[in-house]
């Protein structure tokens, strides 16, 4: 799947479209980073792990790097940054969440750092990281 077609799932808005530019489930094919950005992160049995505080984008492949999900700490004081391939989160609007085949416990191992510091230079390091890290397979 691509990140395209990852994020498109996610849509949530109502507008006035013709069928063809909806997806299966009647949302539109696109949303601005700014909805996702706050979204909540499940894991399948709905339990809460973080929340979505950025989306790093390839500015030379036009892909989706990855999220960047926040969790721990209390009023952003201690909170650690995740980097989760796109690829490895699906929206589920029962949940009005991104739900992903993880564990809280599996997320507080997984590669982090500051939001400065995953996004510096061309990103790509912790892009690496994080996709050996879940398995996904690679866009690039």
């Known amino acids: ?78 909170e650690k940054y995740h980097p989760i391939p796109w690829a490895s989160l699906d929206y589920d609007e029962s949940k009005n969440a991104y739900v992903g085949d993880f564990t809280k416990e599996q997320l507080t191992a997984a590669p982090s750092d500051s939001i400065e510091a995953l996004t510096k230079s061309s990103g790509a390091s912790y892009r690496d990281r994080a996709f050996d890290y879940y398995e996904v397979p690679r866009y690039w």
């Open 1 to 78: 799947m691509t990140a395209y077609e990852s994020a498109s799932r996610a849509a949530t808005s109502k507008e006035a479209m013709s069928p063809a530019s909806r997806t299966p489930s009647g949302h539109t094919s696109a949303i601005c980073a700014s909805r996702v950005m706050g979204t909540n992160v499940k894991d399948r049995s709905g339990t809460t792990i973080g929340e979505v505080k950025e989306i790093v984008l390839d500015k030379m492949s036009n892909n989706i790097m990855f999220a960047v999900v926040g969790f721990g700490g209390f009023l952003s004081i201690g």
